[in-house]
């Protein structure tokens, strides 16, 4: 039987709060995602805009470089957003577009080459309405449906005629002058940006037409040819005859492209090491011909398409099926079709079962996909590599998993806003774990649970909430049996009367570390206010305020080692309302609301 002890009284200070929304009592589900190679970007039914996974690029855009295990909220609404290797966008209501993150060759599109790990406008006057990047290039749609593209452009993926590296958005042009060339999707992809091998770029026109532009060594412009064009070309018909047409939709990997046809079939063209082309073969080819399920059958009933653009030369494609399955075809050396294996597949199969589940989008890229389920709870299922928390479960463990897992985020939260959540150890198997709330309603209790490996969580301990509460309220567990010298992690789970829940962060102690200690007051406030910190570590630290729009109004960063450090910020001129203040170390990663009376 396990013991603890659990204390509730009045907090002295104020501590960084976990900002929990207060406009919902239920979940709210994932309406569209786009992941770079270990980062990821969801956009939920109300719009909002949550990042999570790889970070050290800045290409989650909180201002900082460190990873975040679980979905951060960026506090702004969007029309869209779209990933590269290790950058990201979005675009904002009024279809200006936003980037952030690496920015060697100019993929942000803001004029220069310098990397942001803020949200930065690019450089245009135009609006957008589609996103999308690679490794080094990006393309975009007008509102007006006109394709724009920037970035490195050594093959002529940019296709504007030239070879040149463009730093802001460029109209692409078609090789041949007469027609119009508006499209309603595009893709990109890049081989291997480690060799700087360039990449090539996909467009569905209005009318179901595809065109191509960019590096064609495999064969991925399928134009019938292995010839660079720095112009958009018109791809060959299936068997290289003719034109493809009665294209519904489109996809783009390392070296090859895909396309989904009005009959429910699936055609792929270019490079194939891993069989990615679906025909039971290796061979490259340079005109499109239809995805097998083997030798004879062709595949049929897809509805949607994804393949891993900007993850190199990890090619695979996930094919969304009218029953609401997955199938995939191609590189499988990180487990990332699903199978249970880590075998690659030159036959579309589909990936194992989970629960019975069905899905609404996939999203692939190199080394994992992403599976959004059909219903409204925030679920998702992925395979694959995880890495510096690319599947959003709490965890920065690197490891393989070759079947599904499957997560649950409640993307609005329940109306308690969690004003602390640390955990130290006071002895060698013994982990002290305090929280506290600043408000509650209708809440019934927290469960608290512990994992070894960031993977499987047990319920320790079930503690009574505080129901409804305007007041300051702190709990604190003792966990005895905590392994000193190893790495564990504890999440807690808020469940409310009605049985809606919502997991808050994921802490992790790490041996011979503690997470950080933070502190801010006054709040509410009617001037300035002061973030103050405490870690035994030495650690990085980022602290950015934003209004309630998500636009940044002050951002600062140091370096915390023993001795407290304490930043102000004057509220003093800014209208009442509103703020938010999200402190990040390497150990810990909170962001608080602030009242401006």
């Known amino acids: 039987m396990k013991t603890f002890y659990y204390y509730s009284f009045k907090a002295i200070l104020c501590a960084s709060l976990f900002f929990l929304s207060t406009n919902s009592q239920s979940q709210i589900g994932i309406k569209n995602c786009s992941n770079g190679f ?72 803001i004029g220069s080459t310098t990397s942001k790990k803020s949200w930065t406008p690019v450089n245009s006057t135009k609006r957008f309405k589609y996103i999308t990047g690679a490794a080094d290039h990006s393309l975009a749609i007008a509102n007006n449906d006109d394709v724009y593209a920037w970035g490195a452009n050594d093959h002529g993926e940019v296709g504007d005629s030239t070879r040149t590296q463009r730093t802001s958005p460029i109209k692409v042009k078609k090789m041949y002058s007469s027609g119009n060339f508006k499209a309603k999707k595009v893709a990109c992809g890049s081989p291997d940006d480690d060799l700087g091998t360039g990449g090539h770029s996909v467009a569905l026109l209005l009318d179901g037409t595809v065109w191509t532009w960019g590096l064609n060594s495999s064969g991925q412009l399928g134009d019938g040819t292995n010839t660079d064009r720095w112009l958009a070309v018109q791809v060959k018909g299936i068997g290289g005859t003719g034109f493809l047409t009665n294209v ?12 989904l046809l009005s009959d429910s079939t699936v055609v792929a063209w270019g490079g194939n090491v891993n069989g990615q082309l679906g025909d039971g073969t290796t061979n490259s080819r340079n005109y499109p011909a239809r995805i097998k399920t083997d030798s004879v059958r062709n595949f049929t009933r897809g509805v949607q398409i994804s393949a891993s653009g900007a993850g190199l030369s990890d090619d695979f494609l996930a094919i969304l099926r009218s029953d609401g399955k997955i199938w995939n075809v191609g590189a499988n050396n ?29 999203v692939a890229t190199g080394h994992y996909q992403i599976q959004l389920s059909s219903d409204t709870l925030g679920n998702y299922c992925e395979s694959g590599h995880q890495t510096n928390g690319s599947f959003g479960n709490g965890s920065s463990a690197n490891f393989l998993i070759t079947g599904a897992s499957c997560v649950s985020q409640a993307f609005v939260a329940l109306p308690v806003s969690l004003s602390s ?51 300051e309220i702190s709990y604190q567990f003792i966990h005895k049996n905590s392994n000193k010298t190893k790495t564990v992690y504890y999440r807690l789970k808020q469940v409310d009367y009605n049985g809606d829940f919502e997991y808050h962060k994921t802490i992790v102690i790490t041996p011979g570390k503690a997470d950080a200690n933070v502190y801010s007051s006054p ?74 009376r």
């Open 421 to 471: 959540f640390s955990a130290k150890r006071a002895d060698e198997k013994t982990s002290v774990i305090r929280w506290t709330t600043v408000s509650e309603t209708n809440n019934d209790h927290f469960d608290l649970e512990y994992s070894a490996d960031g993977k499987e969580f047990d319920v320790i301990a079930t503690i009574k909430g505080g129901g409804n509460s305007l007041n």
């Open 38 to 109: 270990h980062h990821n970007l969801f956009v939920t039914s109300a719009d909002s805009l949550w990042v999570f996974g790889e970070n050290a690029d800045g290409q989650l855009g909180d201002g900082t470089t460190l990873n975040s295990l679980i979905p951060e909220n960026m506090n702004v609404k969007v029309t869209g957003m779209g990933t590269g290797y290790n950058y990201s966008f979005y675009i904002d209501s009024s279809g200006t577009l936003m980037a952030t993150g690496a920015n060697k060759n100019g993929e942000l599109g």
């Open 334 to 362: 990180r487990g990332q079709l699903g199978i249970g294996s880590v075998i690659n597949q030159s036959f579309a199969v589909q990936n194992n079962p989970t629960n019975n589940r069905i899905f609404k989008q996939v």
């Open 523 to 596: 709040n509410p406030t009617t001037g300035d206010f002061s973030v103050t910190l405490s870690e035994e570590t030495n650690t990085p630290y980022f602290i950015t305020v934003m209004d309630q729009s998500g636009r940044i109004i002050m951002q600062k960063e140091g370096n915390i080692y023993n001795t407290p450090v304490s930043e102000k910020f004057e509220l003093k001129s800014m209208d009442m309302g509103l703020y938010f203040v999200t402190i990040k170390t390497n150990f810990s990663s909170t962001t608080e609301k602030i009242i401006k």
């Open 248 to 259: 519904i939709d489109i996809a783009a990997s390392g070296s090859s492209a895909y396309a």
